[in-house]
């Protein structure tokens, strides 16, 4: 088990085989969760701007029919 102390700041220095083995690295963001047994964190995984407007779209109809639409008729079997 690695263990760290906390700074007068409420600073912590994650051990080096935990940034390792999570792929933490200088700017990386960490999330701290709260559980029941104690607290967990994790590497923040950034979001691109796609993936932050994802299932925002409100289409009329399914996507496979809409592309059918736009072709003109039934896709090709």
């Known amino acids: 088990m690695a263990t760290s102390s906390v700074t007068v700041k409420g600073q912590v220095t994650i051990p080096k ?3 390792e083995r999570l792929g933490i690295r200088p700017g990386d ?3 701290f969760l ?3 047994d104690g ?3 994790r590497k923040q995984v950034p979001q691109g701007p796609i993936d932050e407007l994802y299932g925002s779209l ?4 399914a996507v496979d029919e809409l592309v059918e639409e ?4 039934p896709a090709p079997s």
Not at 58 to 61: D, F, S
Not at 70 to 73: D, E, N, T, V
């Open 17 to 19: 085989e935990i940034r």
């Open 29 to 31: 963001r960490i999330e």
């Open 34 to 36: 709260d559980a029941a």
């Open 39 to 41: 607290v967990r964190i």
């Open 58 to 61: 409100r289409l009329p109809a």
């Open 70 to 73: 736009m072709r003109g008729g």
